[in-house]
């Protein structure tokens, strides 16, 4: 089995390697989301050791389990703010609304920009 996990900054490869930790180097299916022992470049022989146990993993990766814990012991991969305080990373989840966050005329752009990325995938 071969896993690549490739994106840009905070796209949401962190919940899939969360995910992919949980099921592959848990024993209990605990999700730590200041251990996540699933590199963000991981090779081949980092899975040589596979004990899968699948029975709580969704449960243990839901958005409100993790934003449980980061709310208790904060979030190692969480950026700063100009300031240099911590922001919150698993902050909107599924109530993301992007379309009343993003400026319209950013999104013009990036429709523009991306427009034949995005037919593709459905997205327009």
């Given at each position: 089995?071969?896993?690549?996990?490739?994106?840009?900054?905070?796209?949401?490869?962190?919940?899939?390697?969360?995910?992919?930790?949980?099921?592959?180097?848990?024993k209990?299916?605990?999700?730590?989301?200041?251990?996540?022992?699933?590199?963000?470049?991981?090779?081949?022989?980092d899975?040589?050791?596979?004990?899968?146990?699948?029975?709580?993993?969704?449960?243990?990766?839901?958005?409100?389990?993790l934003?449980?814990?980061?709310?208790?012991?904060?979030?190692?991969?969480?950026?700063?703010?100009?300031?240099?305080?911590?922001?919150?990373?698993?902050?909107?989840?599924?109530?993301?609304?992007?379309?009343?966050?993003?400026?319209?005329?950013?999104?013009?752009?990036?429709?523009?920009?991306?427009?034949?990325?995005?037919?593709?995938?459905?997205?327009?």
């Amino acid at each position: 089995m071969i896993i690549w996990l490739a994106s840009y900054p905070k796209s949401g490869n962190t919940w899939v390697r969360l995910f992919l930790n949980s099921l592959f180097k848990s024993k209990d299916s605990k999700v730590d989301i200041n251990n996540i022992r699933i590199r963000q470049f991981p090779l081949r022989y980092d899975f040589d050791d596979l004990k899968i146990n699948v029975d709580n993993i969704i449960t243990n990766c839901s958005f409100e389990n993790l934003q449980q814990q980061e709310s208790k012991k904060g979030f190692s991969e969480a950026s700063k703010d100009q300031d240099g305080k911590t922001m919150k990373f698993f902050y909107l989840g599924p109530k993301n609304n992007w379309k009343e966050m993003v400026n319209p005329k950013m999104i013009n752009k990036i429709e523009a920009t991306f427009q034949s990325e995005m037919k593709t995938l459905g997205y327009l």
